[in-house]
Nanobody
Framework: QVQLVESGGGLVQAGGSLRLSCSAS????????MGWFRQAPGKEREFVAV????????YYPEFVRGRFTISRDNAENSVYLQMNNLKPEDTAVYYC??????????????????WGQGTQVTVSS
């Protein structure tokens, strides 16, 4: 089972940017589709972004499209989430995930998913 560690969260003003990182270990990184979910207080966890095994395909929900960019560096066993033009409603704990099921490319997770511990992003107005 792959282990995931996120970093890069913090406090930022509305309109600002943050870059989240997720480092993977304990597995073959290129076996995994990688992505991000987030969870705000009192809300369900929601899909944010996903990138395919080689990085050539990405998918985002409408509410982050054009503001967030996911990328991966297979040589570094890492995945990144560049978040621009942040809004207060982006405030949440952001979780990195790794999945082997191709359905993950459309924002779904399977029973094979592995999660990181999460990193807090707070956007002030």
């Amino acid at each position: 089972q792959v282990q995931l560690v996120e970093s890069g969260g913090g406090l930022v003003q509305a309109g600002g940017s943050l870059r989240l990182s997720c480092s993977a270990s304990g597995g073959t990184f290129t076996d995994y589709i990688m992505g991000w979910f987030r969870q705000a207080p009192g809300k369900e966890r929601e899909f944010v972004a996903v990138v395919s095994w080689g990085g050539g395909s990405t998918y985002y929900p409408e509410f982050v499209r054009g503001r967030f960019t996911i990328s991966r560096d297979n040589a570094e066993n890492s995945v990144y989430l560049q978040m621009n033009n942040l809004k207060p409603e982006d405030t949440a704990v952001y979780y990195c995930y790794a999945d082997t099921d191709p359905s993950a490319l459309r924002g779904r997770v399977s029973s094979n998913v592995s999660w990181g511990q999460g990193t807090q992003v707070t956007v002030s107005s």
